[in-house]
């Protein structure tokens, strides 16, 4: 009996021990497996299987999961994409939630979605501004909020990002796109006098000089010239209703001239800022993106159109 006593607990260190030797080696073995996959190409065959095997070692590497996640995603299907990132957040948040608003952002362009999931990330990391693929959470909730069409968070979010950025790095290391995306806002804004009034500047003042930082830094971005070129168009059209005005109501046209004289110097202006937004367009200086439309991607048929608009004006 006093034999017995000494075996079992023996036999349980060892069955214990050897536990544990087989989940290390399985977490081995499925890390060699994930290594594989990522030799090949993205979404093959070959690749999908590695990470799927990988999975089966060690179900809890979450990166496993997000690679498994990435074909199907790229390949618009949705129910597997969603399976496999859902794993990969539920695993590892701090990782893969911002990635995920990531992809709902661009790929399914569900904004309410994407932005609650910056949200979370912000929320999971309090002492630092995270940035999922490469950007600040501040951005992407901005980008996000354009879509939606709800241009005050649009530009308090681009706000807060452009502002940290210059106080760290300096203005010439923010990114365009987060002038051009907040200057877009500022255009489309509707004329809310509350929020005007506390800026002291009308919509086409703040959009004009976030689109001039652009053109500081990259003189040949096609996006900003095309909407310099459309707030011109704008005014031009503003200044047409006063000439209208003047000579369907005064006597004196001498007014009227005046003001067709800062119109066709307004629309000439326009035009040759579109023409070399056309030549800037051609040559590929234009923002776009890998995959997916961006948000507010302008075509060629779009400078085209403007120009057209333009040069009908009398």
Known sequence: MEILQKFFPSVIIVILLSSCEEKVDLKKRSMECFKHGLYYYQGTQESINAFAK???????????WRELS??????????????????????DPIAWQGYRGYNYLWFYRDYKKAIADFDATD?????????????SVNYWRGIAYLGLKDYKNCIAYFDLHIQIEIDELGEDWVELEAFLYRGIAHYEIEKDKEYLSKTNQSKYELALKDFNTILKYF?????????????LFDECESLQLRINFEQQTRSSNHLAKILIAQRQ?????ALKIIEDAIDNFKNGYSNQRPYVETMRQLYLEDYVGLKAMLEAMK
């Open 219 to 231: 003189p040949n971005f096609a996006d900003a010239k095309y909407y310099k070129a459309l707030i």
């Open 265 to 269: 110097k307004k629309q000439q202006k």
């Open 70 to 91: 990435i074909p199907f995603l790229k390949r618009g299907m949705p129910h597997l994409w969603k399976k496999y990132i859902d794993k990969a957040v539920e695993l």
């Open 123 to 135: 929320t999971l990391t309090p002492k630092f501004i995270d940035a999922p693929q490469g950007h």
């Open 54 to 64: 990988a999975i089966e070692l060690d179900p809890t590497h979450a990166e496993s």
